[in-house]
Every structure is written in structure tokens, then in C-alpha cells.
């Protein structure tokens, strides 16, 4: 029997990245020990199996399909959701994207029929309602919906860039897409101009991957440039 503890605790707990990678390796090897000891799949451990292309797709897709499972099934938190809803409401986008590029369905299902970006909706809007609560809406009713955007669209950008559809309606007929747009509407005077397309989401996402450019002191730029223009080095 395939045992996943580890690997689920690491993501429910948000370990470091690459602890969860390692991980992943893990459970995939349990996973092709348990085909290879199958008497149904005896052919794919062959010698030609080894060899044929066919055969091995076929072994590197029973190990995709039972991984996914793991992935997608609601049984680890609370029976309620699967790891990619937990990770999604978090904000993890690191460990979204590990679970996204191990097979995680970026439209899996909770009980209420919500997808993973549903559940990045209800985070904004539980953020919101915390700093209503602690008495800041008038301060921040022109900005708050979205500050909260700007700081999770990027999370909505990985899950559309390997698939979510924002317009899947839950258990209630409610998309992403429309949950969203009323809390914009619901808290921002003026959105009109404000985009919710997927492209918009995507952008956000590539933006949040860029690494700060290096800075250089004036005078040390100046130093490099004079050394390269001597032959003795590339800018870098």
C-alpha cells in the first residue's frame, strides 16, 4: 500500500520547496515499486520494457495516474478539499506550482463543488473582512479590493497558466470569475477600468517571477564599463 503521509504532511505544513520535491521523488519511486510488483504489469519490468517506448509510456503513465490520485483526492484535510485548494488559499505559490507539475488538477472539486481559484476568492475576501472587522474599511474602502487583488493575482495567473477555468461554477452557480468581480465592485468606488481576464492574471504571475536587478554604485558600473570597453571583461 502506497504510504503518502510524508509527502501530504510536508505540503499541508508548507515545508521548504524543496523537501517537498524530494519528496515527490519518493513517493514516485514507491509508486514504480508497487507497479513493478504487480502481477498485472510483470510485462513492463521486462528487458523490452526497457526498450520500447510504448511500454515505457505506458509504466510512467500508471505511476502519473496513481500519483494524481493522491493529489486530487479530498481525504487529508478534514475530508473537505484537496491539497491544491489548501496551497491555492494560502497563497503558496511555490508549492501550487510543485503540485500543479506532479499532476494536481487545477480544477479539482472540493464538497461544495468550489476549485481551487474559489478558494483564492474566499482568502481575498477573508482578508478583507479581518481588516473590516478591525475597523479599517473607511480608511481603506478606495484601495482594498485592490491591494488584495494586486497581491493574489499572481497565485490566479499559475493556477490559469496550467489550466484553471475561472468560469466553472460551484455547487451555488457562482464562478470564480463572478466572486470576484462583486467583491471588486462591493469594495473599490471606481472599478471599471480594473481587468479580470485571464491574461491579466497571467502577466501577474510571469511579473512575480522576476528577480531584482542586481544594483551597482555609479562608480563601480562606471569601473565595468571602463574594463570592458579594454577588452578585459563582459558586463554582467
Same mark, same amino acid.
Given at each position: 500500500?502506497?504510504?503518502?503521509?510524508?509527502?501530504?504532511?510536508s505540503?499541508i505544513?508548507?515545508?521548504?520547496?524543496?523537501?517537498?520535491k524530494?519528496?515527490?521523488v519518493?513517493?514516485k519511486?514507491?509508486?514504480?515499486?508497487l507497479?513493478d510488483?504487480?502481477?498485472d504489469?510483470?510485462h513492463?519490468?521486462?528487458?523490452e520494457?526497457?526498450?520500447?517506448?510504448?511500454?515505457?509510456q505506458?509504466r510512467q503513465d500508471?505511476?502519473?495516474?496513481?500519483?494524481?490520485?493522491?493529489l486530487?483526492?479530498l481525504?487529508y484535510?478534514?475530508?473537505e478539499?484537496a491539497l !491544491?485548494?489548501h496551497?491555492?488559499?494560502y497563497?503558496? %505559490?511555490?508549492? +501550487?506550482k @510543485?503540485? /500543479?507539475?506532479n499532476g494536481a488538477?487545477?480544477?479539482?472539486l472540493d464538497?461544495?463543488?468550489?476549485?481551487?481559484?474559489h478558494?483564492v476568492?474566499?482568502?481575498?475576501?477573508?482578508a478583507i473582512?479581518h481588516?473590516?472587522?478591525a475597523?479599517m474599511?473607511?480608511k481603506?474602502?478606495?484601495?482594498i479590493?485592490?491591494?488584495y487583488?494586486?497581491l493574489?493575482?499572481?497565485i490566479?495567473?499559475?493556477?490559469v497558466?496550467?489550466g484553471a477555468?475561472?468560469?466553472l461554477?460551484n455547487d451555488?452557480?457562482?464562478?470564480?470569475?463572478?466572486? !470576484?468581480?462583486?467583491?471588486?465592485?462591493?469594495?473599490? %468606488?471606481d472599478s +471599471?477600468? @480594473?481587468? /479580470?481576464?485571464?491574461?491579466?492574471?497571467k502577466?501577474?504571475?510571469k511579473?512575480?517571477l522576476?528577480e531584482?536587478?542586481?544594483?551597482?554604485?555609479t562608480?563601480?558600473?562606471?569601473q565595468?564599463?571602463?574594463?570592458?570597453n579594454?577588452?578585459?571583461?563582459i558586463m554582467?
Amino acid at each position: 500500500m502506497l504510504n503518502s503521509s510524508e509527502l501530504v504532511r510536508s505540503i499541508i505544513e508548507g515545508k521548504d520547496p524543496e523537501k517537498i520535491k524530494a519528496n515527490f521523488v519518493k513517493i514516485k519511486r514507491e509508486i514504480y515499486v508497487l507497479i513493478d510488483s504487480d502481477d498485472d504489469y510483470k510485462h513492463l519490468t521486462s528487458f523490452e520494457a526497457r526498450t520500447n517506448p510504448k511500454l515505457a509510456q505506458e509504466r510512467q503513465d500508471l505511476m502519473q495516474t496513481a500519483l494524481s490520485s493522491v493529489l486530487n483526492s479530498l481525504n487529508y484535510i478534514n475530508n473537505e478539499m484537496a491539497l !491544491l485548494h489548501h496551497t491555492s488559499y494560502y497563497d503558496k %505559490k511555490e508549492i +501550487s506550482k @510543485i503540485l /500543479l507539475e506532479n499532476g494536481a488538477n487545477p480544477n479539482v472539486l472540493d464538497q461544495n463543488g468550489d476549485t481551487p481559484a474559489h478558494h483564492v476568492i474566499n482568502s481575498i475576501k477573508a482578508a478583507i473582512k479581518h481588516e473590516i472587522g478591525a475597523g479599517m474599511l473607511e480608511k481603506y474602502r478606495e484601495n482594498i479590493a485592490k491591494d488584495y487583488l494586486k497581491l493574489y493575482s499572481p497565485i490566479l495567473g499559475l493556477l490559469v497558466s496550467y489550466g484553471a477555468d475561472l468560469n466553472l461554477p460551484n455547487d451555488q452557480g457562482i464562478t470564480a470569475s463572478e466572486d !470576484l468581480r462583486e467583491v471588486i465592485n462591493k469594495f473599490t %468606488k471606481d472599478s +471599471s477600468h @480594473i481587468k /479580470l481576464d485571464d491574461g491579466s492574471f497571467k502577466a501577474a504571475y510571469k511579473d512575480s517571477l522576476i528577480e531584482p536587478k542586481q544594483n551597482y554604485s555609479t562608480k563601480n558600473f562606471q569601473q565595468k564599463a571602463e574594463k570592458e570597453n579594454k577588452g578585459c571583461c563582459i558586463m554582467m
